[in-house]
């Protein structure tokens, strides 16, 4: 019995999917790349150079990138696979067998493979994360215009937004298990660690200014450790929300 092979969806919705896709993956590490190399933009929380990777806006926004660009290479690579299956078919015919490859345990009409829509989801979570914190916790303590401004304007509010659309947009039918809705809990575990260690071990200041650039430790360890873990269980609604929501995109979708 001759194996499905992939049927990619090439219509609008996937053209509109892959520009937006490639906007996130080259604008995230263009607004980064400048950062580091030209200016920080004047930004509240910002800093030139690598020194910006302590912060955790800067670290998602760049997942997010990342994840939109793995995306994009597993939906090419896929393609290409499903081309070669057809060319293939004259072979099975005549009775040779052909071998399916099944990368990242996805189905075989899936344009993308199952790791990068895993990786697409913690990264689309993360940026929201970035979102909604900045949101709900720092604006009513620093006011809009020093979140928003500048370079902030593109990674507090711009790019995770663009991150969350895209990833409704994916193309496929693949659900998303319960489980898989607490990878995203992860990074911000690592990073809990990071900031915690970092001001445990150097000390909470420094003559190049505090360690806890957040301040989370403004009302003590314990509150801290309570923001960390608050940031953590909001991390995982929001995927279950994006979860619940990507559902119900595919299932009204096909």
Known sequence: MREERPQLNTGKMTLLWLLLEAGIAAGVYIVWARL???????GF???RGFTNLRYYTVLSNLAAGAASACCLISYFVRNKKARVSGQSE??????????????GEAPADSPIARWALRFR?????????TFLTVALF????YGFSKL????NFMYHLAFPLLSVIGFFLLPGKDRLSFGETLLPILP?????AFYSANILINGKWTLQGSNDWYGFLNWGWGIGWCILAGIALATWLAGLLLRAVYHRIISKRY
Request: glycine fraction near 10%; aromatic fraction near 10%; proline fraction near 4%.
């Open 90 to 103: 004259s072979a099975e015919k005549a009775g040779t067998p052909v071998q399916s490859e099944n990368d």
């Open 188 to 192: 911000v575990i690592l990073y809990a």
């Open 36 to 42: 580091c190399f030209i200016s920080s933009g004047g």
């Open 138 to 141: 720092f604006l009513p303590l």
């Open 45 to 47: 929380l910002t800093s």
């Open 148 to 151: 928003y401004a500048g370079t």
């Open 121 to 129: 989801f913690v990264g689309a979570v993360m940026a929201l994360t």
